[in-house]
């Protein structure tokens, strides 16, 4: 069966950096795009950054342009993101998804199929 499993979460100051990590199993990973996601309390789950297949294209939410980066490593079936200068407004659980479709552009959550079960980042300021 599909499974994503995050991991990387966790407390960090403002301005620093976190590295998370989705290792995804029970499917031919290349063959899907993946995105990330973070929901804050209170508010909708959001799309942060989707990656293409071969990591040709990557598309972000415009709030983290330039701090974040998404990147896939096909042959350890994982979608990594890399968040730089952290803000306290970047605090959520952090998603990772699996793209159900196959439209190009920043994934939306309604076409994820298959979630993982989140991680934790909190930025104290």
């Known amino acids: 069966q599909v499974q994503l499993v995050e991991s990387g979460g966790g407390l960090v100051q403002a301005g620093g950096s976190l590295r998370l990590s989705c290792a995804a199993s029970g499917y031919t990973f290349s063959t899907f795009r993946m995105g990330w996601f973070r929901q804050a309390p209170g508010k909708e789950r959001a799309s942060v950054a989707t990656?293409?297949?071969?990591?040709?294209?990557?598309y972000y939410a415009d709030s983290v342009k330039g701090r974040f980066t998404i990147s896939r490593d096909n042959a350890k079936n994982t979608v990594y993101l890399q968040m730089n200068s952290l803000k306290p407004e970047d605090t959520a659980i952090y998603y990772c998804?699996?793209?159900?479709?196959?439209?190009?552009?920043?994934?939306?959550?309604?076409?994820?199929?298959?979630w993982g079960q989140g991680t934790q980042v909190t930025v104290s300021s």
């Open positions: 990656i293409s297949t071969r990591a040709g294209s990557t």
């Open positions: 998804g699996r793209d159900g479709g196959t439209a190009p552009g920043l994934l939306d959550a309604a076409r994820v199929d298959y």
